[in-house]
């Protein structure tokens, strides 16, 4: 999902568009369709009247849109993720402190899943159930692959 960003000065009547990153890419920066080229998530942007100006794509937590700082001011493209929908998300990422690198990557993939949800046009309903779901499968599959490792690799504890 694109999200348009206005009210930047300097770039009236320009449609400023961001794409979230995806699993194996990363946020992209679009100016009246074309796709800007950056460096680690910093752009150099030509105004209407000529001039460089900085930005850059700032990540907040575990929030697929980032924000788009220029010069220093920052725009957001859509409202900033609520705390609890952020504990709601991320409490998933728990599983590191009791499986170590297995429930990270678990935990991880968890959280990145939830947040794309909380970002989706759901209603908040259903939004606050496929969450919990996506959190309880995770956890399902962290036991399953601890089972499955404990069987094959120390079969006959």
């Known amino acids: 999902m694109d999200y348009r960003i206005n009210g930047i000065p300097g770039f ?20 009246d369709g074309e796709e800007m080229k950056g460096s680690w ?15 850059r794509l700032q990540s907040i937590l575990i929030d697929p849109v980032p924000q788009l700082l220029v010069d220093g ?18 409490w998933p990422i728990a599983l590191m402190f009791v499986g170590g ?6 935990g991880v993939l968890a959280a990145y899943a939830n947040s794309r949800i909380f970002r989706s046009d759901l209603q908040p309903v259903t939004k606050y159930l496929a969450t919990a779901t996506v959190s309880i499968a995770f956890v399902f599959l962290f036991v399953i692959i601890l089972v499955f490792l404990s069987m094959t690799v120390y079969p006959k504890l």
Not at 15 to 24: C, D, S
Not at 41 to 55: F, I, P, Q
Not at 73 to 90: D, S
């Open 12 to 31: 009236e009547s320009r449609e400023i568009v961001l794409r979230p990153a995806g699993f194996f890419s990363g946020a992209q920066l679009f100016v």
């Open 41 to 55: 998530g910093k752009y150099t942007l030509r105004r209407n009247d000529g001039t460089e100006v900085k930005a």
């Open 73 to 90: 001011q920052r725009y957001q493209a859509v409202r900033p993720l609520e705390w609890y929908e952020l504990f709601w998300a991320g």
């Open 101 to 106: 690198a297995i429930g990270a990557v678990c």
